[in-house]
């Protein structure tokens, strides 16, 4: 009959020997009066509701200890006798595995060699209680809810090693797996190699000499308007602007410092004069003599009457140096439209070639209508391709040296008379460092404004479209990008040297260290020192008497323990605690 494996919990009182070994035992009925055995050396074993006992062959019996008319307990449960097990009901199991066939002979083999050993064994041997488990054949025991480990066991989840081990003997889906981890590596690696990688947005152009049409081409990039800004090493916020657009570029880099609506389209007036000017070095002769006649001068009388001009007149004859000096100081429309002519051979022709080399150079927020930047429905572009353009035309030696003069006289001759030019780039005469530039203004709000500037071996091209207040935007920008704040203001120099066109800007009066800007926060810059104040900081500071009591800004607000923020002042600092909505002096 086959066994099933004991409990693994089921330990019982062995006796052994000094031998280390057990007497032979044998079952009997509880009930029966053959035998009995006191409490103390009876051992039960309970399986399910009922019980069995086993009894040492040597124990006294029931007769020997009281007589056949002795009854029993009421309370003593009658079992019916059997001569290995007690007889039982038996539950239905699943039919048992070739594996736990193999464990119960081996446990049967083991219990019957201990029978057979425990036979050799003297009966009289004293005993001693140890504990160690029994080794006798299991019983049968039914299923139960109580004993689930004696169940059929359910099958354990193989791990991810186990099925790993088992791979080797499935070809077909390991060559499967192997084929989908091979496909998922090696297309990556493939797309990426044929698609071409993407370029900078803003790279370093290299500058062009004199009389050279030849310029690298900007790759064109999948997404043009992507931009990376690499602000300057400062603890200086950037600043606000009042202009619609405004740019910083690191010409040496190439890199973007600063960007405000970099992308957005709009009228770029006489700074459209740069890409004139790069042009007509790069296509002309500056000794070619150019004489004002024909359409020449059909497209000069052309122009409104409040237009910018140089002042040539219709038979005068100039050379084109002379013309580009009056493009570029006095921002002269008639030279404009001289050289346009010169060139190119007429308008059209020269402004198409403006709008290729734009294309040229990656350009593709701009285009072109007019070689003087008169307002045109499609006359347009932004700050970003303001400043490459700036930066590209400033590369030119000649270009450049010509923006940067503040004054140029042109003598008089028999086919012309004298001139004095003044540079209308008023930035160029308070602002230092300033080494070229162009300005735009349309003589009403719209001020537009690229400006190159030097200081101490680094260079920067700023561009402001649209500003009411054009030095207070420029002078932000370069204190940001070069990360100086000494004050400078054109009022104050003005007084000592007369700036151009002065009057123009009523003396720059309104230009006070007090000047502050709003910010996106709703705070205040203050452009004399380049900080900022706004929350609970600027309330107090309005409310206990502002600039007066505590002074500039000298720093931005720092967090300091827990919830309290700090910002300085010239004479004394701020301290909130934002938890509390408390602020005092310190």
Known sequence: MATQPPHEEDYSLATETSQETARPRKWRNVMDTSAYSPPAQRRTTRRGSRATEYMDEDEPTLEDMTSPTDKLSPSTEILRPHSRMPRRSRARLAPPTPQERATRVLRESDAEADED???LTPLNTPSKVSLKPRTRKAVYQPYSATNRRWSTKKQQPRSFLAYLQTMPRQRSLTVLITAIVALLLITPLAVSAIRPQPQQIITPLQSTTEHTTATPKTEPTEDPHQLVIHPPSTDHPSPPVFAQAAYLLDADTGETLYAHNPFTRLPILSTTKLMTALLAVEH???????????????????????????????????????????????????????????????????????NQRAQQLGLRDTHFMNPHGLLEKEHYSSSHDLAILGKESLSNKLVKAISSTKEYDIPKTKEHPEFTLINGNQFLWWYPGV?????????????????????????????????????????????????????????????????????DWNFFEKDQKELTIPTADKGRYYVYTGYSIS??????????????TFGFPKSQPKAGNGSFITQQFDRSSIQCDLSRKACKKV
């Open 535 to 548: 929350g609970p900081i600027m309330n107090y500071f309005d409310k206990n008497g502002g600039l007066n």
């Open 284 to 354: 002309g002769k500056l000794d070619q003599k150019i004489k004002i006649e024909g359409q020449i001068w059909k497209d000069i009388s052309e122009l409104s009457e409040d237009s910018s001009v140089m002042g040539i007149k219709k038979g005068e004859t100039y050379t084109l140096k002379d013309l580009l000096y009056g493009l570029m100081l006095v921002s002269g429309n008639d030279a404009a439209v001289a050289i346009a002519d010169s060139v190119s051979g007429n308008l059209n022709t020269f402004v198409s070639l403006m």
């Open 435 to 503: 080494d070229g530039g162009k300005p735009g203004w349309d003589g009403e709000k719209n001020f537009v404004q690229v400006v190159s500037c030097t200081r101490n071996g680094k260079h920067l091209i700023g561009v402001a479209i649209h500003t009411k207040d054009w030095w207070t935007d420029m002078r932000s920008l370069m204190n940001w990008g070069f990360n100086s704040y000494t004050w400078i203001s054109p009022a104050e120099v003005d007084k000592e040297h007369p700036i151009p066109y002065d009057a």
């Open 117 to 119: 050993m425990a036979a």
